[in-house]
């Protein structure tokens, strides 16, 4: 049995639990953020290659999912935002670059509106200010309830989680938690479609034009498709002149499960050419 190359770190905010996997490493910190129903082993890939090109690392399990409190009762956008500002200040995090992916994207842009002398930079995958979308909450929660939970094993749930796409059913299926019976989830379906109340109603423009740090964002550009579109795309940069964007062609929504290296690479090349503010 070989030891893990990261630790837990459990902080907590107003009695809810936040775990975090630390792979340790030296600065510049990062911390990255997951998506939706994700949890922070997503991110291993990606994680081991930031530490070992110099970085301090640290993936954080958002409210509600993973190893972190799985029934929070605020999941509201501020909550998320609170909880990325407590973990930075407790693991000692100097100036971080927040990088999220999708809902972790989000987590992360609306962190560095709310509170800009916190990160250094910015990496948004597959995220953006997006518009009010009354329909995600039935989309996203008649998918996730319909997963065959219990799933058999490992293999059995990144065939189905992954879509025919190998690395992001392989990745999806690190995050189950394997019972009796078979292996479930790590979250409850009806606390993530709680988690979108504000975006199905809201954009957040407003929030996008107050980041202030370097941003560089990554689109997934291939037949499943990203979800940031054309004409969003554009108004985030006429919001953001300055805004770094890579397309990368082939990919879909979990890109940091399908291209790690790339990903690794942009982000350190960015990194390395974002001057210190």
Do not use: K
Not at 193 to 214: G, H, N, Y
């Amino acid at each position: 049995m070989t030891s893990s190359p990261w630790s837990e770190r459990v902080v907590i905010r107003d009695g809810v639990r936040l775990a975090c996997r630390d792979w340790g490493g030296s600065g510049p910190d990062v911390l990255l953020l997951h998506g939706l129903a994700g949890h922070a082993g997503e991110w291993d890939d990606t994680a081991r290659l930031l530490r070992d090109s110099g970085h301090r690392v640290v993936a954080l399990d958002q409210r509600g999912h993973g190893g972190s409190e799985r029934h929070p009762g605020d999941v509201s956008r501020a909550a998320y935002v609170a909880d990325v500002v407590t973990v930075v200040d407790e693991l000692g995090l100097e100036r971080p670059v927040l990088i999220g992916q999708s809902l972790g994207g989000s987590t992360a842009f609306l962190t560095a509106a709310a509170h800009p002398g916190l990160p250094r930079a910015l990496v948004v995958v597959e995220a953006g200010p997006g518009g009010a979308n009354p329909t995600v909450q039935e989309q996203i929660g008649s998918w996730l309830r319909a997963w065959p939970v219990p799933f058999p094993s490992r293999e059995a749930a990144a065939a189905y989680l992954g879509n025919g796409t190998q690395p992001v059913g392989e990745g999806w299926a690190r995050g189950l938690e394997e019972r009796a019976d078979g292996l479930w989830p790590r979250f409850d379906p009806e606390v993530m479609v709680r988690s979108l109340d504000e975006i199905a109603t809201r954009a957040f423009w407003d929030e996008w034009a107050a980041v202030s740090c370097p941003t560089l964002a990554v689109l997934g550009q291939g037949e499943r498709g990203g979800i940031i579109g054309g004409e969003e795309y554009a108004e985030m940069v006429r919001l953001r002149p300055a805004l770094h964007g890579v397309g990368l062609p082939g990919t879909g929504h979990d890109v940091h499960l399908e291209r790690p290296g790339t990903l690794h690479r942009l982000i350190v090349d960015f990194i390395r050419d974002t001057p210190t503010i």
